[in-house]
Structures are given as structure tokens and as C-alpha cells.
């Protein structure tokens, strides 16, 4: 083979350059800080547990939609046995007072644009 090294090296070359996205990433992005949540203001004990919810609230409120809407159910049974209204700003809202500080620092992180406020009036925030 006569052109073994131009090949080996054109392939050293390639590699490199379909790599570098992968290299620049782990040298110089740093993840920016996950932002801090404010508490809820009320309420003892949310309907999941913090992980639980942090990871699937948003099936949870598609399935409230879904039970509410069509089904005509209202109430949820929480983990730890109390039932809550399945409603975003009577329940989730009555707690977590201030969307700004609560679901939007999340959604706004993440880039993530729910689709909530289409149909949901906007709450009134609590100073």
C-alpha cells in the first residue's frame, strides 16, 4: 500500500474533526447552575414526592386534564393518602404562589415552553 500513511493520516484528521464537538464541550462549557426554586409559601405536602414531581409533573398534570375534562373526576389521592383538587392554580398555585420564582426559573433553564397559560388564566403574582 503507497498511500497507507495519507489514508492514516486522513483518518486521524477526520476523527478529530468529528470529535471536536464532543471535546469542546467537556473543555470549555460549564452547565449553568440548576436555579434555586422558591418553597412553597402553604401547603404541608405536595400530591408526589420533590424528585417524583421534579421529574413527571407535567404527565401528571396532562392526566388531571384528561380525568378532569373527560372524565369528570376532581380529586387526586396523593402518595401519602389526602386527596387534592386536580387543578393547576387551585392546588399546585395555592402553594407555589409566585410562577416567576417557581415554574418559570425551571421551564425558562430547561427552555422549555409549556403550553399551559393557553387555555389557564395567568396568576396574579404574590409579592
Excluded at 464537538?21 to 470549555?28: H, I, R, S
Excluded at 400530591?47 to 417524583?52: A, C, D, H, L, N
Excluded at 427552555?111 to 404574590?126: A, I, L, Q, S, T
Aim: net charge negative; hydrophobic share 40%.
Amino acid at each position: 500500500m503507497f498511500n497507507a500513511g495519507k489514508i492514516l493520516i486522513g483518518l486521524i484528521i477526520f476523527i478529530v474533526l468529528a470529535s471536536f464537538p464532543l471535546w469542546f464541550a467537556v473543555g470549555a462549557g460549564k452547565t449553568a447552575d440548576i436555579p434555586e426554586l422558591e418553597k412553597a409559601a402553604s401547603g404541608d405536602n405536595c400530591v408526589m414526592q420533590t424528585e417524583e414531581m421534579r421529574a413527571a409533573h407535567m404527565d401528571l398534570l396532562n392526566e388531571w386534564r384528561d380525568d378532569v375534562v373527560r372524565k369528570g373526576e376532581r380529586y387526586y389521592q396523593a402518595f401519602d393518602g389526602t386527596k387534592h383538587e386536580m387543578s393547576l392554580t387551585r392546588n399546585c398555585l395555592g402553594c407555589h404562589v409566585n410562577k416567576d420564582k417557581f415554574c418559570d426559573r425551571c421551564h425558562d433553564y430547561l427552555g422549555v415552553k409549556p403550553y399551559c397559560w393557553d387555555c389557564h388564566v395567568n396568576p396574579k403574582e404574590v409579592k
